[in-house]
């Protein structure tokens, strides 16, 4: 199936994550960047995953998963064994949560992205071969993204004093050339 590219706040959502391996590791890595708040639950974590949850002071359970640990939660990353992945898709399904599993069948993918400023590139090879995903972000030159915030003013500026549609269309255009014209 298709999936639909988005961006989404994950601010004063319950995220819950279910592994303590490596691909819980990536996940909670991500949920850091963005300061999301999260709670996960292993059985067993690699020393550098619980050192890393006892360091930003996540919380997190060493038991094993049951339904009920997925009530309330806006999305689930199922990043255990397939047979826990398998169920715990099945129990956020029931439970209308979006559920991203490790090997990228769930309801969602996180793409590997790069930030600078304001801006953020994400790209997908739908699990495919992720590393490519990542080399190409990695090419990518996000500098304008520092300045994004003084075009945003500008862009903002032109919407508020430009009535006309065509005026505005032409000023946008003209901003844009000055820019790349000084860069």
Known sequence: MEKLPIFISLEHRKILIVGGGNAALIKIKTLLEIKAD???IAKTFLEQT???????HINYQKKEVIEQDLEGMFLV???AEKNINDTIAKWAQKQNILCCKADGSGD???PF??????LTVAISTDGLFPLLGRKFCEQIDLSI???LEYLGEKREKILQNITDKQQKKIALQQLLKEYYHEN
């Open 50 to 56: 619980e050192q890393l949850l006892q360091k930003h």
């Open 77 to 79: 990353f199922a990043a």
């Open 113 to 118: 992205h790069k930030r600078e400023g304001k």
């Open 38 to 40: 999260f709670t996960v």
């Open 145 to 147: 993204g520092n300045d």
């Open 108 to 110: 969602f993918i996180v």
